[in-house]
């Protein structure tokens, strides 16, 4: 018995931390965000990446602007980045897509959700959106982690056609392991595979869907959100990970438990930006301060009143942050071909 109410208490943490999990319709409803529904206005169509699953792609700014690339975070889509491309658009070229099984984009083929398969996406995405321009890429949480992936397997792309990384509220493993403590030890395969966990997750996640609304809202604003976060971006992510595909939370979040990076930090050998918030419960300061010490050229910068949600909860902020460290890394290189 104690066994099970440990996995079952596992299961609910889990599946609470992982993208801002539970909700319902009649919540959301309560706050409309007139920026929800603003996508980027150019449909750049379907790209079919490697194994032949298309992606949603759209884009902003002036297609001959340097190239910014943002790959969103686990159980999201696209839209996470609608408070923030508009900052940036006026000075780049803004890509956004929906990751495999997510948003928009086709289920993954061949069910393969694996953060290399996810990286893999994002080189498809760049040679088809930006084929002859260089870029910044930026990933959040899971899309930092694909960034990652990439750099395991196409590490010629950094410093070539890939300019500059940054990394928000990424960790390069143990994702999880900071909100939750040793649960992620629970849920290991001394207690089932990672797989028969993620699919005790699954049915945690949709018992509480059952639940209070506000109870759902609340553990969404404690596990993903700083205390000043606007109810209508709590809303966005409960409503965005409750429609979520079955597929990401099982087979997804498996590879996500278990993906280690570390030995691909190495490869990002181009100018990195770590972005931290000082209340992210998720990958907290500390992921975020390992990952910028192992980076060839890392930095860190904190939000001291955001969480994991940095570019929905501070989004002005950030794309100074953001347009500051891409201008930069675009010049440099440029400098760096003149010589």
């Known amino acids: 018995m104690k066994t099970r109410t440990a996995v079952a208490s596992a299961a609910i943490a889990t599946g609470a931390v992982a993208a801002g999990v539970v909700g319902r319709a009649v919540f959301r409803r309560r706050h409309a965000a007139p920026w929800i529904d603003v996508h980027p206005p150019e449909d750049l169509g379907t790209v079919v990446s490697f194994d032949g699953t298309g992606l949603a792609v759209r884009a902003a700014g002036d297609p001959g602007a340097p190239v910014i690339l943002l790959s969103h975070g686990f159980s999201l889509d696209a839209s996470t980045w609608g408070r923030l491309w508009p900052e940036l658009a006026g000075a780049f070229r803004v890509v956004v897509f929906d990751h495999r099984s997510h948003g928009r984009s086709a289920p993954a083929a061949h069910g393969d959700l694996s953060l290399r398969a996810i990286g893999r996406d994002l080189a498809a995405v760049l040679e088809a959106a930006s084929p002859d321009a260089p870029a910044v890429?930026?990933?959040?949480?899971?899309?930092?982690?694909?960034?990652?992936?990439?750099?395991?397997?196409?590490?010629?792309?950094?410093?070539?056609?890939?300019?500059?990384?940054?990394?928000?509220?990424?960790?390069?493993?143990?994702?999880?392991?900071?909100a939750m403590g040793s649960v992620t030890d629970i849920l290991r395969p001394r207690f089932g595979s990672l797989s028969d966990a993620a699919r005790r997750v699954e049915r945690v996640r949709r018992a509480v869907l059952a639940g209070p609304a506000d109870v759902s809202a609340a553990v969404a604003r404690l596990t993903q959100f700083g205390p000043?976060?606007?109810?209508?971006?709590?809303?966005?992510?409960?409503?965005?990970?409750?429609?979520?595909?079955?597929?990401?939370?099982?087979?997804?979040?498996?590879?996500?438990?278990?993906?280690?990076?570390?030995?691909?930090?190495?490869?990002?050998?181009?100018p990195a930006l770590v972005v931290v918030g000082a209340h992210d419960r998720v990958t907290p300061p500390a992921a975020g301060v390992e990952l910028a010490g192992l980076l060839p050229d890392g930095r860190l910068r904190a939000f001291d009143d955001a969480g994991h949600m940095v570019m929905l909860e501070r989004p002005e902020e950030l794309a100074a942050e953001l347009e500051t460290f891409a201008l930069a890394a675009f010049a440099d290189a440029s400098r760096e071909g003149a010589a």
Not at 148 to 160: D, I, K, S, V, Y
């Open 137 to 178: 890429v930026v990933g959040h949480s899971m899309g930092a982690m694909a960034i990652l992936a990439l750099a395991e397997q196409r590490p010629e792309l950094f410093g070539t056609r890939i300019l500059g990384a940054a990394f928000l509220g990424a960790a390069p493993a143990d994702v999880l392991r900071g």
């Open 228 to 270: 000043d976060a606007p109810p209508e971006v709590v809303d966005h992510v409960v409503a965005l990970a409750e429609r979520a595909r079955r597929e990401v939370w099982i087979d997804g979040l498996a590879n996500l438990m278990q993906m280690d990076l570390r030995h691909a930090v190495p490869r990002v050998r181009v």
